[in-house]
């Protein structure tokens, strides 16, 4: 069975600039969960999407925006990147009402 | 928001030695408790979970106990390896909400 994909593996970027963050969740998995990990910081809980639809979502600020395709793939949107917006983004893919999650490895931010 | 947090944020123990690992949570109506493992490089790995209505539960090597009335969780690995050396991290849900983690704990084990 695959597992969580994510793409790319890692993104350098501009302050300002935009970036759009790639996952694939497992196969017979409809929610995908967003959580950023910046250096000391943990797992900080972005989104949560489940059956195309956001489901909840984290302490962020609105430039942080994502979708989820009728496929249960799933993208984030970072919006006028920051420096402090740098951090490994993770992405975990779960049955509906599972607490379960399986990570992919991430995609690995750098704004300059 | 409340958060889960981890009491220690490193902890090295000798290959063979029985590991703890705490963590104390604030919220609670939290009902569902994972522990998870993260490699360097990797994403978090699932490795035990308890359901607010337990208070222990045990898995190959591993387990893992609630106490509810001290908002207390710890992850107990018997006979340590250096293959367990990563960070840990305790995470928290309720119903209807994803799960929130702590900071983390990293294990090192030496042979």
């Known amino acids: 069975e695959a597992g969580v994909t994510q793409s790319p593996t890692h993104l350098i970027k501009t302050r300002g600039q935009q970036a759009t963050l790639r996952c694939s969740p497992i196969s017979g998995h409809t929610s995908v969960y967003w959580y950023q990990q910046a250096l000391g910081l943990g797992l900080q809980f972005l989104l949560w999407?489940?059956?195309?639809?956001?489901?909840n979502r984290g302490n962020f600020p609105p430039r942080f925006s994502g979708r989820q395709f009728p496929n249960y793939s799933s993208e984030l949107n970072v919006n006028a990147l920051e420096l402090e917006d740098s951090a490994l983004y993770l992405c975990a893919s779960g049955r509906t009402g599972n607490y379960g999650y399986t990570f992919g490895s991430g995609t690995r931010l750098t704004v300059v | 928001g409340e958060s889960v947090g981890l009491h220690l944020p490193t902890l090295s123990v000798q290959e063979g030695d029985n590991s703890i690992i705490n963590c104390a949570y604030s919220n609670s109506a939290s009902d569902y408790f994972i522990w998870y493992k993260q490699e360097s490089g990797k994403g978090p790995q699932f490795i035990i979970d308890i359901r607010s209505n337990m208070d222990k539960r045990q898995g190959q090597r591993v387990t893992v106990l609630l106490n509810k009335t001290v908002k207390h969780l710890s992850l107990q690995i018997a006979a340590t390896q250096p293959g367990d050396s990563a960070v840990y991290f305790c995470a928290e849900a309720q119903a209807g909400t994803a799960l929130i983690f702590g900071k983390g704990t990293t294990l090192s084990v030496s042979s």
């Open positions: 999407y489940d059956e195309g639809e956001e489901r």
